[in-house]
């Protein structure tokens, strides 16, 4: 065994001395993070309509949606999250931001919960629950202008509306049907 | 006399704070091998045995007696230590058969060591255990070889006769076979495989935890730098003739911080050898140097 | 040799028995027997046309066709094409012949087949092997009628204590990174003997995927947690064989960017093996080093997918983040910088006498032995078998790209090591040339539609060796998922490698095949009755192995 071969693995000492150290004293020196990191997700609430299109996207189902007498609420578990992103891809008003925050560690599950709440609009026809929120309503007029004047309306009375509009048409007097 | 002695015990207790502390420096040095921080401070290895012996004790079935031999062990390599010189020859060491005395103290501790790792019978600890007796057998036996060589070359079984020893290349070997078997005995990379965490979750010590593990640890690293200020002590005895013995005395701990790094340092370059590899690695290294260091002796250089 | 050449040959070989030859583009030539036929069949594939056994689909068709059915996945890998063996058990009292002593490599799927959907084998031991041991009796949750959350209560075991000279190496264990049990029985420091308890992890991710929660474009995410190293073939793999089944037209630069992140992939999975590779020889400073090269590869691929590890790009029909000028001048600058980096590192590691001395000859795999029990990835290529999904069944990009697959003959521990070191030297390879031919285009298919009843299959060269995936498509989700990770087709080629091995390098010679057991583990528990002796003797049926999902 030749002697240059013996002190070969003494070259760690100028790989070392190249490299210098590499680590960080993490939390006292903020670690890095490339721009193009995700983290938790962030919830606008003044554009998030309560459709529903991040939940049923949502692979680990941190996004839940429920209802509960006349609200509609968007939940957000961060104990869930694997922070795909894929609610932001979805999500048809862009109220879903991903952002670069990633310490979450907390001693309570509170702190790991977001809800939004949503009110369901009333039907204008019966007064009756709609099922939608008002913002869900103003993007259906949004992209389908004709639907004004049935989105405020439940199924039931839409029908009526429908019939009554059809009936009229044909010649029937407002009477009849208010009578 | 009194101050003699009260410098003397002041010496000795400030080595035996010490390897810890070199430890911790040792830690520091490879993690810059490694690229990395190290620990957050040099006392690091001081305040992890302090936290083991604020813990509890864990008594076993078999605890009582690794109780029993670590105390015993803890003591003995304590009393090693103090009839070590530590760069000047101490009122234990200036007596007449001190290095005799030394040899056979320092065999007791690693029979006391290797009983004390065999008492938990835990399968893992067992098999360290085993092969700590055969590195052990075999590096003993040429440690032994080194430190009789010693006393012929220098004509005295005392410490005292390494003052007088003149420098020469038969001194010279006698020093590298002592610094080889001391590199083996301190238990460092490639020869730890006793411990061999990967191998065997820390081997003999793995039934040991609080202060019965501090006890070991601390007897390890003291052990350790025994092994290293006998090394110093090679060097510095015969230069207190030039130096002069304060001088000496002062430098002791910085030559055996030296030789620890030294050791540390080629540890760190190397990995970890296997029982079967060992043996036979540790002879091609021992005969040879046994052999040059007759010549050298018969030829009188 | 075309298609129509090897239906020829098939035709004649197996005509006698088949009741049915057909060819289906996304899986391969699909040969129907009847259970008794399946053992001659198995015996021609394997032993006279000398395919490679790749996987074993076991499903409850009941719903569909009112059988149990199994289909055995075969590969000419030369020719690049799958002979799948397809036969159909009674439903009521599900029986197959057994086929492990034909074909080593099935014993595990057969015993999988036996736990998870109660299809009996003649003429072999069956035991509890993937289910944990308080599983009740008689509940198979992989059938169509068991509910995907159904939580029976526990059945009351009893376990005999270790005795004899036996050495546990897990449930946890330094040398082992993830929850699996060895129990190695030595003489001295030798091992004599291994007895694998694996799956100790098993999170019944087939099954999960089945259910109603999941929709074809979310079992990807499940899919990548398979693993946490190697967890984008499981993705890329899922996503491949929906592609295949339903025919989706993936865009080119989908396909291209797959690729490279498969590459960074494999280059900080090997990266890491090497660092614990180093570790357990005790030189630690490879270990850091590795992993201080490692960290630049990480931050690499979260700038090109957004994470770490876990990329969650991946979708059926594409991929969800592009690259743009900025990324690919990232990956080039760290590419330049990892190659030097680790040529010296390589050559440092292989400098330290001791990782050299107790690599070699150590854990040794002979190729006859390899072959039988079909190993993949740097486990085979370490023991001279010329294998690699890459060249042999082109995926993705891989069709484009010019590479060298490293084969050794020794089927020693330095053997796997020296493949993996090429291999990182080969990926970089792979990606500079992918960067090169890179075509524009969009990253996600037009039109995703997944029709019923199709069968589909995926491969990716895992950095571990093969992962294959089999999937049957379903409304809205996927019929059936089978999952096969590298590592379930390498732990049973650890008993042959740690027979007769040093017990000091039996932590290595464990690492050496890279295990990945939350892959394997989708379950595996022995019979400890089974005891020692009937275990040394049959070889080649290594029954105490687990690797699971």
């Not at chain 3, 049990?181 to 420091?189: A, K, P, Q, S």
């Not at chain 3, 001791?354 to 029990?373: F, N, W, Y």
Request: glycine letters at 8%; a neutral charge.
């Amino acid at each position: 065994m030749s002697l240059k071969k013996l002190l070969k693995p003494f070259k760690l000492i100028s790989i070392a001395r190249r490299s210098g150290v590499v680590t960080v004293l993490y939390p006292y020196q903020k670690s890095l993070i490339t721009t193009e990191f995700r983290g938790k997700i962030s919830i606008d609430a003044t554009k998030c309509m309560g459709c529903g299109a991040c939940v049923n996207a949502c692979p680990p189902n941190a996004l839940t949606l429920s209802r509960r007498d006349d609200t509609i609420i968007l939940n957000y578990f961060i104990g869930r999250c694997i922070f795909c992103g894929r609610c932001a891809e979805v999500c048809p008003v862009g109220a879903i931001t991903v952002t670069h925050e990633f310490e979450l560690a907390s001693t309570s599950t509170r702190d790991l919960n977001e809800s939004l709440v949503h009110r369901i609009e009333r039907c204008s026809g019966c007064g009756g629950g709609l099922g939608a929120t008002s913002r869900m309503l103003q993007y259906v007029i949004l992209h389908s202008p004709a639907s004004e004047n049935y989105v405020h309306l439940c199924p039931d009375c839409r029908k009526k509306k429908l019939i009554q509009s059809l009936a009229m048409k044909m010649g029937a007097r407002t009477e009849d049907y208010e009578g | 006399m009194w101050l003699a002695i009260s410098l003397y015990i002041v010496f000795l207790l400030v080595f035996l704070l010490i390897p810890p502390l070199y430890d911790g420096i040792e830690r520091k040095i490879r993690a810059k091998l490694h690229s990395r921080i190290g620990p957050p401070t040099l006392l690091q290895t001081w305040y992890d045995i302090l936290k083991l012996f604020k813990k509890e004790l864990v008594i076993t079935d078999t605890g009582l007696a690794s109780v029993l031999l670590s105390g015993l062990l803890i003591a003995t390599v304590i009393i090693t230590a103090s009839t070590l010189p530590l760069g000047f020859s101490t009122p234990i060491t200036s007596s007449g058969s001190s290095l005799v005395l030394f040899t056979v103290l320092l065999i007791g501790c690693q029979l006391l060591w290797v009983s004390l790792t065999l008492t938990p019978g835990n399968p893992y600890a067992t098999i360290g255990v085993f092969r700590e007796a055969l590195i052990g057998m075999i590096n003993e036996f040429f440690l032994v070889m080194g430190l009789v060589a010693l006393m012929f070359y220098t004509g005295s079984p005392s410490f005292d006769g390494m003052i007088w020893a003149r420098p020469s290349l038969t001194y010279l070997l006698i020093f590298i076979l002592l610094a080889v078997s001391a590199f083996i005995g301190s238990g460092r990379i490639p020869y730890d495989i006793a411990e061999a965490e990967p191998e065997l979750a820390s081997g003999v010590l793995i039934e040991f935890s609080g202060p019965l593990l501090g006890i070991t640890l601390y007897s390890h690293y003291l052990k350790r730098a025994i092994l290293y200020g006998l090394l110093a002590d090679m060097i510095l005895l015969p230069l207190t003739r030039i130096i002069g013995v304060a001088v000496s005395a002062l430098i002791y701990p910085v030559m055996v911080l030296a030789i620890w790094i030294v050791f540390a340092v080629i540890s760190v370059m190397l990995g970890r050898t296997r029982v079967d590899i060992a043996p036979r690695s540790m002879l091609k290294i021992y005969i040879p140097l046994t052999i040059a260091m007759l010549i050298a002796w018969l030829a009188g250089v | 040799m075309s298609v129509e050449e090897i239906l020829d040959i098939i035709r004649e070989k197996l005509g006698g028995i088949a009741e049915d030859i057909r060819y289906v583009e996304s899986a391969g030539i699909i040969v129907r027997v009847k259970p008794v036929n399946l053992r001659e069949a198995s015996h021609i594939v394997h032993d006279v046309l000398d395919a490679y056994f790749r996987t074993m689909m076991a499903v409850d068709e009941r719903p569909i066709n009112n059988t149990f059915a199994a289909y055995y996945v075969y590969g000419l890998d030369d020719k690049g094409i799958n002979i799948i063996i397809e036969t159909h058990a009674d439903p009521y009292t599900p029986v197959l012949p057994s086929i492990a002593d034909i074909v080593p490599a099935a014993d595990w799927y057969e015993l999988e087949a036996w736990d998870l959907l109660g299809i009996r084998f003649k003429d072999r031991k069956l035991y509890r092997f993937v289910l944990p041991d308080d599983w009740p009796e008689g509940l198979y949750p992989l059938r169509k009628d068991v509910d995907y959350t159904a939580r029976p209560s526990p059945r009351i075991t009893y376990k005999p204590p270790l005795q004899g000279p036996r050495l546990p190496v897990g449930p946890y264990h330094p040398a082992l990174h993830e929850p699996e049990y060895f129990e190695l029985f030595v003489e001295g420091e030798r091992v004599v003997d291994v007895e694998y308890n694996g799956f100790h992890v098993h999170r019944g991710i087939e099954k999960l995927a089945e259910s109603p929660r999941f929709t074809y474009q979310k079992v990807p995410f499940l899919a990548e947690r398979i693993c946490g190293i190697c967890g984008f073939v499981h993705s890329v793999a899922y996503t491949l064989s929906v592609e295949n089944a339903a025919k989706i037209e993936v865009p080119e630069r989908a396909q291209y960017i797959r690729s490279i992140v498969l590459e960074v992939e494999r280059l900080h999975s090997h990266l890491l093996w090497l660092g614990v590779a180093c570790h357990l020889l005790g030189y630690d400073a490879g270990f850091m080093h590795s992993w201080r090269i490692r960290e630049k590869v990480m931050v690499l691929a979260e700038l090109l997918t957004g994470s770490r590890k876990t990329y969650g790009i991946n979708l059926v029909g594409g991929v969800r983040k592009d690259i743009n000028m900025d990324k690919i001048t990232a990956i080039r600058n760290t590419l330049a910088w990892l190659r030097s980096e680790f040529a010296k590192l390589a050559d440092l590691v292989t400098s330290v006498p001791q990782i050299v001395r107790r690599a070699r000859g150590t854990g040794v795999l002979p190729r006859d032995e390899a072959r039988k029990l079909s190993v993949v990835g740097p486990v085979a290529r370490a023991s001279g078998l010329d294998r690699d999904v890459r060249r042999d069944y082109p995926y993705c990009a891989y069709k484009d790209v010019s590479f060298r697959v490293p084969v050794y003959t020794e089927g020693d521990n330095l053997a796997r090591l020296m493949v993996r070191v090429e291999e990182i030297f080969e990926s970089m390879d792979i990606i500079d040339q992918l960067l090169d031919k890179l075509p524009g285009g969009s990253i996600m298919a037009e039109k995703i539609e997944v029709p019923e009843g199709l069968i589909g299959i995926g491969n990716v060269e895992a950095p571990r060796g093969e992962d294959i995936h089999v999937v049957i498509t379903g409304r809205g989700r996927p019929y059936r998922w089978r999952v096969r990770a590298p590592t379930y087709q390498n732990i049973p080629a650890l008993k042959v490698m740690l027979r007769d091995t040093p017990l000091a390098d039996a932590p290595l010679t464990i690492a050496s095949i890279d295990p990945c057991f939350s892959c394997t583990d989708r379950i595996v528990v022995i019979d400890l009755k089974t005891g020692k002796k009937e275990k040394l003797q049959t070889v080649s049926i290594p029954g105490g192995c687990g690797c699971e999902i």
